[in-house]
């Protein structure tokens, strides 16, 4: 309802209290005294006369009654009326108005000359220039932390104004929880009687989480802003520019991967879109601007580094012509993805990297497709020799890891593992962990956890001879899924860890952004590029603290910034250097006397990147009981406005009123009462 | 609405709830007819049933006995001396028993008030060597008791009334046809009845006793409730009769019960006295007395 709404809706819930009168109108007529007359052939004749007029009565005393309790019930629930009796925009009762600003990073998507972030201050000078001097303002910025803006207790609609002029969007992530739960409680504070909230937000989720619904006490107007298109994602991600680097060494790919702001001048934020062409090259397409489109080629083929024993092969014949198999050189092990049948190329960039990164000495991996329904996930079987390579095959987002006791010949725990949980449990004390896999796997899972420890695979896929399949270092692995109940058999376990990761079928190879797993792919790419050996991470914002020894330079170091230039930082007393310029997501080199001490990236927090906006239905689930609204561009943001300005209170005549029924009341049942 | 105005203060002793608590119905029948016949100042012995009619020329056949000497000695004629019938007068009290007649607001119920009334009535024709009869009737006859003049039927009325217990509907229809058969011999009937119900029908079944020449009283009786329904209180009321139930605002409806009461009333009042019935209405706080002197008026008229 547009031109309703209530300021204390919780108190709605009192509405079936309307059925009192009429409860106690059916009781007290069937609790009615009983009085013995001698004859009621006379009553019946005048009452025959009189019927009609007291069930009249009657019926109105109810009605006026049942009215009364409603208008206390819609008073007590301070109803508003909206853009009645021609109000004007500035005629208002006095409101506590908190504006609050999503300030992360993902604001700054632009798809027009202004980013998210500009336009939501245009919004909100167009809230703040419907307030009169009556009005209270209060301003709070949000991303890692919650800033109050000029005063917190209340300012002139024109002092919060001049504020709205030095405001800007952050790099950093974060949720609005704290934010909301403060406007919540500041708002509350004061004088103003009517209080409204508006929140200028991309919506992205994980903006708000859990914590605001017991933080938010109450029933204030939640109005959300999203300067979004309608429909539209946000694709901001944290990763600027990807480019080949000429140094590499043949057959090694070699990325150089810069993240988050170019600092070349250019507006901060890139929109990335990754996918493979017919010869299986990955493409990432970078949108740095509207209408300015980078594009960065890297052959899969290349993706076997040096030191790597993984060889990525396309083959047309036998397995289809889109199929793609990767083999580990001398080991046979043998990883197959089919694309074309809804395989996540995001899975197939993952597998390569899984590669990259465990092809060293810490393991192995195989893997398998897993036909299921209409769809095929891809199956990746990791070995790990180290619990470290279990917990970084978490990190990456693998989705089940099991893994046996410490130098077991052959003997794993077997462990049953509810399919489709999420949690960690100990089993012989060790750890199982199990991540939320696509919706068609469980079966396979349950199949391979029944299995345990013997594990063996059989008919791997019909279209690979089985003797290309070797027992290696760690053990063989087969998994079919074909032809009715999945199961697992044969093979040997011994001393290893087993990680099995997987992604939902649902994915097509095209969707890279409404993937969950491609930021922590692209994240995971520039790890792996700028750690190299040791990669050191930060979020953007995070202070770097290293430890230097002593330098020719008297203790400073340089630090190089992803967009260029330089920062000269001098440790401490201690020795340590602190360095906090890190806003910028990137490459990071520090450097003493020309020589590099060490490299590290710094990026955006990958919520940032999600890709799935926050329903309405969910915001108004964790706000409840808080009526929330969410107006979208070109929703009639004026109009909206207007209306909520240009509404009355209607408790204080609701009263009125109800004194005024309650005198009919007493009128009427005067009248019916013995004098 | 009190038909009857009180005479004399010391009939208020004579109120029928004081008098309902005194005791055994003999007792208290004595007690209104006694104080009823002191407040008179008058005997009842001094009037009707030996009563001297008139002096006739002796004619041959006529008794020596009755010739009147002292006439001859003054007049040197022969007359002799006519009296009124020796045998009194048959008087049947018809009560009406009906479940209607248990009703009261407080007091005495109708019923009682009835059987006391009879009894006062009784207690005073039979000093008066009246012969009296006893009726209880609702939908049929449910007792009858012949009329005697003697002393002990008292006793046997006393009891009859004493032991009844009112049920059942009213209509006088049957039973008033089935008793105008019943009694051959003129005489006055009195009925003590609440007459709630049709109007039309009581008067067709008192006109059976009108048709065989009796005298006919109807003592209407009522409870002060049922003539003005002052009630406070919003009811569900059910009829005693029929368990029939109303809903009912009683001052809501006041009005128009009344009107319909009263018109039932003047009904009783301009039909009855058509046919030459006395009608009086009796409600149950009116004292005896004056329901008595009613009946000694319409006595008086008998002769």
């Known amino acids: 309802m547009t031109w309703l709404s209530f300021i204390n809706p919780s108190y709605l819930w009192a509405l079936p209290l309307i059925g009192v009168p009429l409860l106690i109108h059916i009781l007290s007529r069937r609790r009615r005294r009983i009085v013995e007359f001698s004859s009621v052939m006379l009553l019946v004749k005048a009452q025959r006369q009189n019927v009609e007029r007291l069930n009249l009565r009657e019926v109105i005393l109810l009605l006026l009654r049942t009215f009364v309790v409603l208008l206390l019930v819609l008073a007590a629930a301070r109803p508003l009326l909206r853009g009645f009796w021609g109000t004007s925009l500035a005629d208002h009762e006095p409101t506590g108005v908190v504006l609050v600003f999503d300030g992360t990073l993902s604001m700054r998507y632009a798809s027009d000359e202004k980013n998210v972030f500009e336009h939501s201050l245009d919004r909100a000078r167009a809230v703040l220039s419907h307030l009169n001097e009556g009005d209270r303002v209060m301003l709070l910025l949000s991303d890692r932390i919650t800033r109050t803006i000029g005063s917190g207790e209340g300012m002139l609609p024109h002092e ?23 406007a919540d409680a500041l708002v509350s504070d004061v004088d103003q009687p009517w209080k409204e909230i508006y929140v200028f937000t991309d919506l992205q989720r994980g903006f708000i989480g859990e914590g605001v619904a017991e933080g938010v006490a109450g029933d204030l107007p939640f109005v959300f802003f999203t300067e979004k298109d309608s429909g539209a994602v946000n694709r901001y991600l944290g990763v600027v520019d990807v480019t080949r680097r000429d140094e590499s060494e043949e057959g090694k790919l070699s990325l150089n991967v810069r ?28 949108q740095t601007r509207p209408g300015e489109l980078r594009t960065v080629s890297f052959p ?31 080991e046979e092990k043998q990883i197959e993805i089919q694309r074309g049948r809804g395989v996540d190329t995001v899975q197939l960039l993952k597998v390569a990297l899984d590669l990259l990164q465990t092809g060293g000495e810490t393991g192995g991996e195989a893997g398998g497709s897993l036909r299921v329904g209409e769809g095929v996930a891809p199956v990746l079987v990791t070995f790990w020799s180290d619990r470290e390579g279990v917990r970084q095959a978490i990190d990456r987002g693998m989705g089940l890891v099991l893994f046996p006791e410490p130098g077991g010949e052959t003997r794993m725990s077997r462990t049953t593992i509810p399919i489709g949980s999420t949690g960690q449990w100990s089993g012989n004390g060790y750890r199982t962990i199990l991540s939320p896999v696509g919706p068609d796997l469980p079966a396979c899972f349950a199949g391979l956890a029944g299995g345990f420890p013997r594990v063996k695979v059989s008919n791997y896929h019909r279209l690979v001879p089985e003797s290309e399949w070797e027992k290696t270092g ?12 999945p199961f697992i058999s044969g093979g040997e376990v011994k001393g290893t860890r087993v990680a099995v990761w997987s992604v939902s079928p649902e994915h097509e190879s095209t969707d890279l952004f409404k993937s969950p797993l491609f930021i922590p792919l692209l994240d995971g790419l520039i790890r792996y590029v700028a750690g190299g050996k040791e990669a050191r991470d930060y979020l953007c914002g995070e202070t770097v603290t290293l430890k230097t020894g002593r330098t020719s330079t008297g203790g400073t170091v340089a630090f190089m910034l992803p967009g260029g230039g330089e920062f000269l930082v001098k440790p401490d007393p201690d020795g340590k250097l602190h360095f906090d310029q890190t806003e910028e997501p990137g490459f990071y080199a520090a450097s003493a006397a020309g020589r590099v001490i060490t490299e590290f990236t710094v990026n955006v927090d990958t919520a940032e990147s999600d890709m799935l906006e926050i329903s309405e239905k969910s915001l108004s689930g964790l706000l409840a009981p808080s009526p929330v609204s969410v107006v979208r561009r070109g929703e009639g943001f004026e109009d909206r406005i207007l209306m909520r300005r240009g509404g009355r209170e209607l408790s204080s005549w609701l009263f009125l009123l109800v004194f005024a029924v309650l005198l009919a009341e007493s009128y009427i049942s005067g009248r019916i009462k013995r004098r | 609405m009190n038909p009857v105005k009180k005479k004399d203060s010391r009939i208020e002793f004579l109120d029928p709830e004081v008098v309902s608590r005194l005791g055994g119905l003999e007792l208290i029948a004595r007690l209104v007819v006694e104080g009823f016949i002191t407040g008179l100042h008058r005997s009842p012995y001094h009037g009707f049933s030996v009563e001297f009619a008139e002096h006739r020329p002796y004619m041959t056949g006529d008794e020596v006995k009755f010739i009147d000497w002292k006439v001859w000695a003054k007049t040197d004629r022969f007359y002799v001396k006519e009296f009124e019938e020796e045998t009194n007068l048959r008087t049947y009290i018809i009560l009406d028993s009906s479940a209607s007649m248990n009703y009261t607001s407080g007091g005495v119920t109708k019923f009682r008030y009835s059987v006391l009334l009879a009894s006062a009535l009784s207690y005073l024709m039979l000093r008066q060597r009246d012969a009296v009869g006893l009726v209880l009737f609702d939908e049929e006859v449910r007792l009858f008791i012949e009329p005697r003049a003697a002393r002990k039927q008292l006793r046997v009325l006393l009891k009859s009334m004493a032991d009844a217990r009112p049920a059942r509907r009213t209509r006088p229809i049957d039973p008033f046809r089935e008793l105008a058969g019943r009694i051959k011999r003129r005489g006055l009937v009195i009925v003590l009845s609440d007459l709630l119900t049709d109007p039309q029908e009581v008067t067709r079944a008192l006109l059976y006793f009108k048709h065989q020449n009796h005298e006919v009283v109807v003592f209407h009786i009522l409870d002060p409730m049922e003539l003005e329904l002052d009630m406070q209180q919003e009811a569900l009321f059910r009829d005693m009769e029929t368990g029939e139930t109303v809903r009912a605002v009683p001052w809501e409806i006041q009005r128009d019960y009344l009107g319909s009461l009263n018109e039932m009333i003047d009904s009783y009042r301009r039909e009855l006295r058509s046919a030459l019935i006395d009608y009086q209405i009796v409600t149950t706080r009116v004292p005896f007395v004056e329901a008595l002197t009613h009946y000694l008026v319409k006595r008086a008229r008998l002769g």
């Open chain 1, 160 to 182: 919060a104004e001049r504020y709205l002029e030095g405001l800007e969007s952050s790099l950093y992530g974060g949720t609005l929880d704290d934010c909301l739960v403060r």
């Open chain 1, 259 to 286: 993240a988050g702001s170019s600092g070349s001048g250019g507006r901060p934020g890139i929109f990335p879109r990754l996918y493979l062409d017919d010869e299986m090259t990955g493409i990432l397409e970078i």
């Open chain 1, 300 to 330: 899969l083929s290349t993706l076997p580094g040096a030191g790597s024993r993984v060889r990525v092969e396309i083959e047309k014949d036998g397995l289809g012509e889109d199929d793609v198999r990767y083999f580990l050189p001398g």
């Open chain 1, 474 to 485: 760690t053990g063989v692995w087969r998994l079919d899924l074909e032809g009715g109940d």
